[in-house]
């Protein structure tokens, strides 16, 4: 398989690259998955390749991670992403995770975020995430809580409600 940071029974985690634009561009240009991010829909394969050379590549310089490759091992796709990313705003690391609809409620997301959280910790020396979830998307707050991370506040930005959660070692 790949070289990887995160590896878990279904998936692996690595850095992104830019071989990575196709992948990127199809789950970030699809509409179903973008509708419950509050991210806009790509149009271009040049919005992938900016995201994740302007983005993900400058945040693992500057911090040491960001949004990593989700690798769907039983096919050896790149099928999203989930890992942490800064957030000024929450003055810390939020996590984050988006796949293909076709990897959808299979458990997935859970055991990503839940090795990202194993991996924050142990090798990042990261002891608190947060997680923010658009409060019309109850799938994604369902994930979050079942790996352990508690409500603190729900709030508008932008147009939308957000529930915040917050995880602690």
């Known amino acids: 398989m790949m070289s990887g940071l995160i590896e878990t029974t279904r998936l692996g985690m690595r850095k992104f690259c830019l071989d990575d634009i196709d992948a990127v561009y199809a789950f970030s240009s699809n509409v179903e998955v973008q509708r419950l991010t509050g991210d806009p829909v790509f149009q271009s394969r040049q919005e992938a390749e900016d995201v994740i050379r302007k983005i993900w590549l400058a945040e693992y310089k500057k911090y040491g991670y960001a949004r990593y490759a989700l690798v769907h091992k039983a096919d050896d796709k790149v099928i999203g992403f989930c890992g942490l990313k800064y957030e000024p705003h929450l003055n810390g690391p939020d996590i984050g995770y988006r796949m293909l609809p076709e990897y959808w409620g299979m458990g997935l ?61």
């Open 109 to 169: 997301a859970t055991e990503a975020v839940v090795a990202t959280l194993e991996y924050a910790d142990r090798v990042l020396g990261i002891s608190k995430v947060m997680g923010e979830v658009l409060t019309e998307h109850p799938a994604s707050s369902h994930v979050l809580l079942k790996c352990g991370f508690k409500l603190v506040q729900t709030y508008s930005r932008d147009g939308f409600d957000i529930n915040q959660y917050q995880w602690h070692k």
